[in-house]
């Protein structure tokens, strides 16, 4: 999970550099899950592969911003995390 390893490093920089506001977002989906969401909505086909997939971001949080809301369908099929500095 080089997106995990990544993000701890980020975090741990910023914190270090006193760089504050920032929001680090990371989704996680596992084969079997990935495999799961195409089949809930019909969109798997016989010799379909299925890979592991991260998706790791960040920005500067607006002013008073809260949590991003998340969605039953993003946490059906993937792993979430946030991490506001």
Same mark, same amino acid.
């Given at each position: ?5 990544? *993000?701890? $490093?980020?975090? #741990?920089?910023?914190?270090? #550099? /006193?760089?504050?506001?920032? &929001? !680090? %977002? *990371? @989704? %996680?989906?596992?084969?079997? $899950?990935?495999? %799961?969401?195409?089949?809930? /909505?019909? !969109? +798997?086909?016989?010799? #379909?592969?299925? !890979?592991? @997939?991260?998706? *790791? @971001?960040? +920005?500067? &949080?607006?002013? /008073?911003?809260?949590? =991003?809301?998340?969605?039953? !369908?993003?946490?059906?099929? @993937?792993? =979430? *995390? =946030?991490?506001? =500095?």
């Amino acid at each position: 999970m080089i997106a995990v390893k990544t *993000l701890t $490093l980020l975090a #741990d920089k910023f914190q270090k #550099d /006193n760089i504050e506001g920032i &929001r !680090f %977002f *990371l @989704s %996680f989906q596992t084969p079997e $899950l990935g495999e %799961f969401q195409d089949r809930e /909505n019909k !969109f +798997h086909e016989d010799g #379909d592969q299925y !890979f592991i @997939s991260e998706r *790791l @971001s960040f +920005h500067t &949080r607006r002013e /008073n911003e809260e949590v =991003i809301s998340i969605t039953q !369908f993003m946490t059906t099929y @993937s792993a =979430i *995390l =946030i991490i506001d =500095i």
